[in-house]
């Protein structure tokens, strides 16, 4: 049973997260702040999460400079930030923090969870849906999450072992992902989607 500890300064987006986190198989809900000391609190004096689930901008603090705060005393608990308003230079931050996503609050909730499964493995890789504001990828988040690790220099093989899904779901993500950006080879869709801001490597 993974833990998770939701921190957003939103009661809305707070409680509509722990209702539908609580309901997926295998998670558990551990606690809900609304800010970056009340989750500092209950890291240190509640529980260790698996994974934070942490609003990039608290209303206290920044949510990666929590982040980074969390990790001098719980180095296992894995990230998974949400941003309103997604930008490349926070992106950026959430991954040098040691994160293991950074995704739209717009994400689909299937999206999500399938992100914060794929935050628990090991040696996951970072999870971007976007790399910049206001950038409508055509890219699902699992063929946004394939391509840039395929971009960053990894086979298919190895891409299939690290998200946990078999080599021939590689393949017709792959093959589906050079449809919709209308090239014939994953070196040229790599660089239609860093070019068009769907991946970042």
Known sequence: MATILIADDHPVVRDGMKTMLAAVEGFKVAGCVSSGEEALRFVKTSCEPDVMLCDVRLGDMDGIDLYSRVRRFAPNVRAVFIAGMPNAADEARAKESGASAYLPKSVEMDDLIDAMRTSLKNDSGFISASTRAGV???????????LTLLGNGESKASVAEKIGVSFETVKSHVRTIREKLGVSNTTAACAYAVSHGYISV
């Open 136 to 146: 409508a990828s055509p890219l699902s988040f699992r063929e946004t999450q394939i």
